[in-house]
C-alpha cells in the first residue's frame, strides 16, 4: 500500500524565517497532494494542494513543490509568524482507487 | 467552518461496549472519509464511501464498521471497545474534486 514519509517531526523558527517541511510517497498511482493545518483539537484544514501534472503551486507565503520522478513534494511557508504555529499534515491520494495516505505530521514552532 | 458535521463532539464509554458516529457531509458531496487521529498521532485512514457504496478500505479493524445512507450521511460502528480506541474520529467530504473537507471531529474516550 501507499507509505508517506514526512520530516522533520518538528521544526522551530524564529518569526519572519522560512520553513520547509518534506514529504515522500511510494505509490505511483498517488496523484493529488494536500497540505492541512491542525490546530490543537481542531480539524485539519486544506491550506494548499498540488495535482500530479504540476510542478509548483504558490499562494502567498505559501507554496508547494512536486517532483514526481523522486515522488517527493515539500511545503514552503515564508515570512513565518506565530500563528503559523501548529501541526501541518502531507498526504498523498490516488483519487481513482480512493486511497487517502497521510504523513505523521510535523510541529511547526514560530517564535516570536 | 467546513459544513461538514459530526455528532456527539464527545463520548465517554466503558471498555466492551459499542458506539455509533455520525457524520453530514457538505451539501452535493457524494463521498464520505473516515479517519482515526490518536493522540499525538497522525491521520489514519479508515474507510470511504461514495454514493451509499464503499469505495476504499484502509486500516480498519473488523470491529469496526461503516454505512452510509441514501441521504448521504455516515456512520461509523465501534464495537467491542477497547482502552486503544481512544481518540478523535474524524470524518471528511469531497465532491467531484479530490478536495477533502473535515469536520470538528467526535472525541472518544474509552474508561
Redesign the interface.
Known amino acids: 500500500g501507499e507509505n508517506v514519509e514526512q520530516h522533520p517531526s518538528t521544526l522551530s523558527v524564529q518569526e519572519g524565517d522560512s520553513a520547509v517541511i518534506k514529504c515522500t510517497y511510494s505509490d505511483s498511482a498517488s496523484n ?1 497532494f ?1 497540505w ?1 493545518k491542525q490546530e490543537l483539537g ?5 491550506i494548499i ?1 498540488i ?1 500530479s501534472n504540476v510542478g509548483e503551486k504558490k499562494d502567498q507565503r505559501i507554496a508547494v513543490t512536486l517532483n514526481k520522478t523522486a515522488k517527493h513534494f515539500s511545503l514552503h511557508i515564508t515570512e513565518t509568524q506565530p500563528e503559523d504555529s501548529a501541526v501541518y ?1 502531507c ?1 498523498a ?1 490516488s ?1 481513482n ?9 510535523t510541529t511547526l514552532t514560530v517564535k516570536p | 467552518d467546513s459544513g461538514v458535521t459530526q455528532t456527539p463532539k464527545h463520548l465517554i464509554t466503558a471498555t466492551g461496549q459499542r458506539v455509533t458516529l455520525r457524520c453530514s457531509p457538505r451539501s452535493g458531496d457524494l463521498s464520505v472519509y473516515w479517519y482515526q487521529q490518536s493522540l499525538d498521532q497522525g491521520l489514519q485512514f479508515l474507510i470511504q464511501y461514495y454514493n451509499g457504496e464503499e469505495r476504499a478500505k484502509g486500516n480498519i479493524l473488523e470491529r469496526f464498521s461503516a454505512q452510509q445512507f441514501p441521504d448521504l450521511h455516515s456512520e461509523l460502528n465501534l464495537s467491542s471497545l477497547e482502552l486503544g480506541d481512544s481518540a478523535l474520529y474524524f470524518c471528511a467530504s469531497s465532491g467531484t474534486g479530490e478536495t477533502q473537507y473535515f469536520g470538528p471531529g467526535t472525541r472518544l474516550l474509552v474508561l
Open positions: 493529488y494536500p492541512y481542531k480539524r485539519p484544514q486544506l494542494d495535482r499534515f498526504a491520494i483519487h482507487a480512493g486511497k487517502s495516505t497521510f504523513g505523521d505530521g
